[in-house]
């Protein structure tokens, strides 16, 4: 165990990419997966190579492909398994690392056997304090070198944020930089020679995360695969606190019963809407053609079930509607039509948003009594001049990161009820707008696909395994999103489409690059990926 010094030097606080090595790619077209001792040994050995300021290395360990790995102790609220069983042979380091004199992160590193001179991190979810520790078997088992935090604290809590704006910084952007940056340095260290290429996975949170690294750090990754992004931060959590205001409790004559009453929504949605893409799956392609209408769903009379009340109607047309600011401007978009049920649980819990909660009291007032249930526009407006941190992560000018070189694959799902996918076709447009460029011109550098059937970020109906999570699609640049990226990346050759799979692996279909939409045109059975076609 090797503890360093406090200051935070710019090499920690500043990015950099890589120059391929000759070493490097001559080792990796011949096949060398390992280019120094014995990999074990060496492993052992790191823990003493690893001379970083601000970095305390607590353990390098070898792990075995199939060893139950002890993960340490998880925070409960992060509400996953304390071991995994890792999918490759591998060398897993953990460490801390200081990031101001009262904040820092816990940060570990997953560094395989079969290494192909990529780098990649991965990135957190929700308030963001649990190490993605899957993400990291998933990258190190397809060769890359891959590193992940706690994103300044533990838990998904915002409890640590209070009065401290540094571990708020580090949740912002400061993590993922600080780690990218260690994480780069330590993949030299063990293997001899720099990186090749660097990569970033992440969703949710994660994909805010990402896209505050294509925003302001251009050069720290050559490709970024970035899912249902939480950007637009501020407004994300004042529509989720708005929810509690319009649905209530289960007592209120407004509440809408998670199971029974967004069920029968949901299946009113498809009845009117599933056909409209051409086939009646059970899926929708394009929400933006869906105009939904609850009349039929409205009780006859007091004694009618499987229906709603007209008060009932009216939250349901609130929650499935845009929030408006005081000028009567969009705040935040609409829930997309096709989402309802995982809508119904994320609005319907009887209780305020705990992230909303949480922010307001331990960001934004520092006010540990602050009352969700007081929620207004004047508390959004507080939040929107203060953006902490550049929290909101929303710049539409990504022209740094184009320069650079670096590409962008944007997914979102088209059944997330928990981040509406029309909050990513803003930002497509806010980009377009900012950059002043067409489709075809942002083709170069950043591509969006809404994903049918994907619900958040993992799980939902139709072929919404595309390969960003373990275990999720195929394994080759067809079939894999992150390979996918990985061939834009170092063969030129950009996705016109994302190809995903269903739950039981039984059909593909093929999700088009946004503002191409799927319609099916047969003539086989809507399983056939050749009967759809994107325009």
Same mark, same amino acid.
Request: with cysteine; aromatic share 10%; net charge negative.
């Given at each position: ?115 192909? $001179? ?84 992440? %969703? ?68 009117? %809407? ?24 409205? %009780? ?112 979102? $799902? ?77 063969? $030129? ?18 999700? %088009? ?23």
């Amino acid at each position: 165990m090797r503890a360093h010094g406090q200051r935070t030097p710019h090499s920690l606080m500043s990015s950099y990419r890589s120059i391929p090595g000759v070493l490097l790619s001559t080792l990796a077209l011949l096949g060398v997966t390992h280019v120094r001792g014995d990999f074990a040994s060496d492993c052992s050995a790191l823990i003493d190579q690893i001379s970083l300021d601000n970095v305390t290395v607590l353990s390098t360990d070898f792990v075995a492909a199939g060893t139950n790995v002890s993960l340490g102790n998880v925070p409960a609220s992060c509400k996953r398994p304390s071991h995994h069983v890792a999918s490759s042979d591998l060398c897993r380091a953990v460490m801390n690392v200081s990031t101001s004199a009262r904040s820092g992160i816990r940060m570990e590193a997953w560094f395989p056997k079969n290494y192909t $001179g990529r780098f990649l991190s991965a990135g957190n979810g929700g308030l963001g304090g649990c190490i993605q520790h899957d993400d990291l078997d998933y990258a190190a088992s397809l060769g890359f070198a891959a590193v992940g935090a706690n994103n300044g604290h533990d838990g998904i809590t915002g409890e640590p944020f209070f009065n401290n704006p540094d571990v708020v910084a580090d949740f912002a952007w400061r993590s993922l930089h600080t780690g990218v940056v260690v994480g780069k340095q330590l993949v030299e260290t063990f293997y001899g020679v720099p990186h090749n290429k660097s990569y970033y996975l992440g %969703c949710s949170t994660g994909g805010r995360q990402g896209f505050k690294a294509v925003q302001d750090f251009p050069d720290d990754f050559d490709g970024v695969v970035a899912g249902a992004p939480a950007f637009a931060w501020t407004e994300m959590l004042f529509w989720a606190g708005t929810l509690f205001m319009t649905t209530g409790t289960p007592e209120d004559p407004t509440f809408v019963s998670t199971h029974d009453g967004w069920t029968i929504i949901h299946d009113e949605v498809l009845k009117q %809407c599933d056909a409209l893409d051409g086939a009646a799956d059970g899926i929708l392609e394009n929400p933006d053609l869906c105009n939904f209408d609850l009349t039929s769903l409205i %009780c006859a009379d007091d004694n009618a079930t499987n229906c709603l009340t007209e008060t009932q109607a009216e939250t349901v047309r609130a929650v499935l509607s845009p929030v408006y600011d005081k000028d009567g401007s969009v705040l935040h978009p609409r829930m997309q039509p096709g989402a309802e049920y995982l809508a119904g649980l994320v609005a319907s819990t009887g209780q305020p948003s705990a992230v909303t909660t949480d922010w307001y009291r331990y960001v934004i007032y520092n006010d540990t009594t602050w009352d969700p249930t007081t929620l207004s526009l004047d508390d959004y407006t507080a939040a929107r001049v203060q953006n902490p941190a550049g929290v909101d992560s929303y710049k539409g000018d990504l022209s740094a990161f184009a320069a650079s070189g670096g590409k962008v694959l944007h997914y979102h $799902g088209l059944a997330d009820g928990l981040i509406t996918s029309d909050n990513s076709k803003r930002y497509y447009a806010h980009v377009q707008q900012t950059m002043n460029k067409q489709p075809a011109e942002l083709d170069d550098f950043y591509r969006f696909f809404p994903i049918s059937g994907m619900s958040h970020c993992i799980d939902g109906q139709g072929a919404y395994r595309i390969g960003n999570v373990a275990g999720a699609a195929g394994m080759s640049a067809d079939e894999n999103v992150l390979m996918s990226m990985v061939r834009w990346v170092e063969e $030129g050759v950009a996705p016109e489409v994302v190809r995903g799979v269903d739950a039981n692996g039984t059909y593909w279909r093929a999700h %088009c690059k946004w503002p191409k939409t799927n319609k099916y045109v047969g003539p086989g059975a809507y399983e056939d990926e050749s009967a759809w076609q994107c325009s």
